[in-house]
Each structure stands twice: as structure tokens, then as C-alpha cells.
């Protein structure tokens, strides 16, 4: 059963830090791993996604590695703003599976 | 192109009563994905649907819970005699037909408070 933690569970940061989040899951088997972006009482923006084949992704600031070996991801926000505040989550989905979700990282970025 | 919707937004019902959770998938998505996000916990997968079919619902409880994506209107996500445990938020994400490991898109969800 594929299990997925984030570390640190919350994270508060001066602006314009470079910060990293870190994603790891038990189940290397995956088909692909996206990181979402959760405002407080809003939906998920969905960040990247890494299919299995891929090391890694980039999107503006943001830069998502994967290490199916080992099992982590990590999420690389560059410059960081007040504007990135949110809650970052992590999702697996194993070959014929559905998205396992990690219990996120809540980010505080201090103007 | 209108993103995935989801009403009603917020939600309160007595102990007992019945919540009806609707969610409109983005246009031409016909996959529907159900999930549940309890407080100070992480986004728990309930059911996967596409159009008359409920295609995994290893995630829905045995009991009160069951969903439905007809040919026609929205999916509904249905909980009968609701207890105090169902307060929750409860996200809808859809996905093109094409590929049904693609990304997800969510709606805003729905923030259910049973009284």
C-alpha cells in the first residue's frame, strides 16, 4: 500500500528565500507524481506533474525533481513570495491506482 | 473554458439528514474523481467514475455513502444520515477521456458541517 509523507509538515520563510519541500513514498512503482498548490478554504492548483519516465519538471520558479529509486521528490521554489502562502501537496499515482495524497506542507512566506 | 464546479460550496446539515454533493466536470472531461479532506488531515481518495459507471470506489465507505455520474447533469455524491465524522471538505477533480492517468483538475470543493 503506497504511503506518502512531506516534510516539514509547515515551513515559515523571509521573502525571497529559496526553499525546498520535500515528498517520499513507499511504492517506487509509480506512473507519476504532481505537486499541488492549496490556498486555506479553496481548491488544488495543480503545479507539476513528473510522469516516471522524467527526472524532473519546471515552471517559472518552481522545479520538481523525482528519485523513483529512492523514493522522494522535492519541490524547489525559487525567490520566494508572499504570494507563494499556501499548502503544498504531494500525489503518487501507482500503475492502476488512484492519487495517494501526502499530508502536505504549510508555507508562510514573510514579507 | 469553465473550470471544474462544485455546489453548494458550503453545507450544513443536522445529524441524520442527507447531503447531495454535486460537481460539473470541465468540458469534454468524462472522468470524475471523488475525494474527501478531513480537518488537519490530507485529501483521501473515495471514487472514481466516468459516465454510468463507477469504474473504483475502494475509498468509499461501505455504508450511507454512494455516487453517481449519469449520462446526462452533473455527478452526485450522495450521504445518507449524516453524523458529526462527515464534516469535511470534499473535492471533485475531473480528467480528459483520453488518458484517465493525467493530470486532475479540482474544483473548489465543498465544505460539509454536520450539526
Known amino acids: 500500500k503506497q504511503e506518502v509523507t512531506q516534510i516539514p509538515a509547515a515551513l515559515s520563510v523571509p521573502e525571497g528565500e529559496n526553499l525546498v519541500l520535500n515528498c517520499s513514498f513507499t511504492d517506487s512503482a509509480i506512473y507519476n507524481l504532481q505537486w499541488f498548490r492549496q490556498d486555506p478554504g479553496k481548491g488544488l492548483t495543480s503545479l507539476l506533474l513528473i510522469q516516471s519516465s522524467q527526472r524532473e519538471q519546471t515552471s517559472g520558479r518552481l522545479n520538481a525533481s523525482l528519485d523513483k529509486s529512492s523514493g522522494r521528490s522535492t519541490l524547489y521554489i525559487a525567490a520566494s513570495q508572499p504570494g507563494d502562502s499556501a499548502t503544498y501537496l504531494c500525489?503518487?499515482?501507482?500503475?492502476?491506482?488512484?492519487?495517494?495524497f501526502g499530508p502536505g506542507t504549510r508555507l508562510s512566506v514573510l514579507p | 473554458n469553465a473550470g471544474v464546479m462544485q455546489n453548494p460550496r458550503h453545507l450544513v446539515r443536522r445529524r441524520g439528514q442527507e447531503a447531495r454533493l454535486r460537481c460539473s466536470p470541465m468540458?469534454?472531461?468524462?472522468?470524475v474523481y471523488w475525494y474527501r479532506q478531513l480537518p488537519e488531515e490530507g485529501l483521501k481518495f473515495m471514487v472514481y467514475l466516468q459516465k454510468e459507471n463507477i469504474i473504483d470506489e475502494s475509498g468509499m465507505p461501505k455504508e450511507r455513502f454512494s455516487a453517481e455520474f449519469p449520462k446526462e447533469g452533473p455527478s452526485i455524491l450522495r450521504i445518507q444520515q449524516v453524523v458529526r465524522g462527515d464534516s469535511a471538505a470534499y473535492f471533485c477533480a475531473s480528467s480528459p477521456p483520453s488518458v484517465s492517468t493525467d493530470t486532475q483538475y479540482f474544483g473548489p470543493g465543498t465544505r460539509l458541517t454536520v450539526l
Open positions: 468540458k469534454g472531461h468524462s472522468h
Open positions: 500525489a503518487v499515482r501507482n500503475y492502476g491506482q488512484n492519487f495517494v
